[in-house]
């Protein structure tokens, strides 16, 4: 069965950086689009990037130029590079895949905070 498990979250300073991990298993994972959501408390999850098979790649405005999405196709692992967090980023961040139904993981915490 598709599993979908997140890493890295943490608290950081505003201005701080860190890389969320996503590792995938139970598909075929170099042939999916892959997708980094995010839930704020209160607010709609909301997709912040996701990433073709092949490497394309497309952001939401609020990260562009701060974010970058990457895959591994021979780990099945995909990542979310977040440099210069903002408080505003402040969610439960969320790996995803589309076959056709949705598959999260469990999440991971990031709290951008001083």
């Known amino acids: 069965q598709v599993q979908l498990v997140e890493s890295g979250g943490g608290l950081v300073q505003p201005g701080g950086s860190l890389r969320l991990s996503c590792a995938a298993s139970g598909f075929t994972f170099s042939s999916y689009f892959m997708r980094w959501y995010r839930q704020a408390p209160g607010k709609q999850r909301e997709l912040v990037a996701s990433?073709?098979?092949?490497?394309?790649?497309i952001y939401t405005d609020s990260v562009k130029g701060r974010f970058t999405i990457s895959r591994d196709n021979t780990k099945n692992m995909v990542y979310l590079q977040m440099n210069s967090l903002k408080p505003e980023d402040t969610a439960v961040y969320y790996c995803n895949v589309r076959d056709p139904l949705d598959y999260w993981g469990q999440g991971t915490q990031v709290t951008v905070s001083s």
């Open positions: 990433i073709t098979s092949r490497g394309s790649t």
